[in-house]
């Protein structure tokens, strides 16, 4: 079965701390994903990377970042967390042409 | 920005009830997603449609793709407890299959 798998489901971290979310799918796509999920606003595009090293940013790039050093992992960082960044992350993956298709369950990030 | 709007925004109905969802552009899209997303977990894509008028049908969920290619409708025969969740239309814009708008949802419960 495919799978998209997020390090943590739930995550606090206090206003100013480096954070670190991480991604890891295992069906060999290209194409992978970060949103945010907040409720009556839908998922919103963060970034999105569609090959190792590579990167674009999305609709709301703005005190973040991203990392893929390997095929199946893509990192978000939150640079200085804020409590605005309070919300559901979740990532996805597709093959090369394709939108995202598989999500992961999610990350609900609390910053106090 | 392309928006994408869904209604209604909420719906309780009783096992057994027919209901539709609607969601609508002013923009055209290449393409039309339908996911749901239960509680605790991502979205999970039910179907993708292109052509404009196009038709989808998913046992007892119908899915149609307006003529214009800027709106789709969600259609639940029977409804069943199973079916709850929320219901979330994402559409790829014109030269841009991997990045999609996503309406903010619709929350369906089915009551037994």
């Known amino acids: 079965d495919v799978k998209v798998t997020q390090s943590s489901r739930y995550l606090v971290k206090r206003t100013g701390e480096k954070v670190f979310l991480e991604c890891v799918q295992d069906?060999?796509?290209?194409?992978m994903f970060w949103y945010r999920q907040d409720p009556g606003l839908g998922l919103r595009l963060i970034y999105f990377s569609y090959d190792v090293k590579m990167k674009e940013k999305g609709d709301i790039p703005e005190g973040y970042s991203v990392s893929r050093e390997k095929k199946e992992r893509f990192s978000l960082i939150l640079e200085s967390a804020s409590t605005n960044q309070t919300s559901m992350y979740l990532c996805?993956?597709?093959?090369?042409?394709?939108?995202?298709?598989?999500f992961g369950d999610g990350t609900r990030l609390s910053i106090l | 920005t392309q928006l994408l709007e869904q209604s209604p925004q909420f719906l309780s109905i009783q096992e057994g009830e027919n209901l539709t969802v609607y969601c609508n552009s002013s923009?055209?899209?290449?393409?039309l997603q339908w996911y749901r997303q239960e509680p605790g977990e991502g979205p999970v894509l039910l179907v993708t449609v292109v052509t404009g008028g196009e038709v989808k049908k998913l046992k007892r969920l119908t899915f149609q793709f307006g003529d214009a290619r800027k709106d789709s409708s969600l259609h639940i025969t029977a409804a069943q407890p199973g079916d709850t969740g929320l219901y979330l239309c994402?559409?790829?814009?014109?030269?841009?299959?991997?990045?999609?708008?996503f309406g903010s949802g619709t929350q369906l419960t089915v009551l037994p």
């Open positions: 996805a993956s597709s093959p090369r042409t394709a939108w995202p298709q598989h």
């Open positions: 923009s055209v899209f290449s393409s």
């Open positions: 069906m060999d796509h290209e194409n």
């Open positions: 994402a559409g790829a814009a014109l030269g841009s299959a991997r990045q999609l708008t």
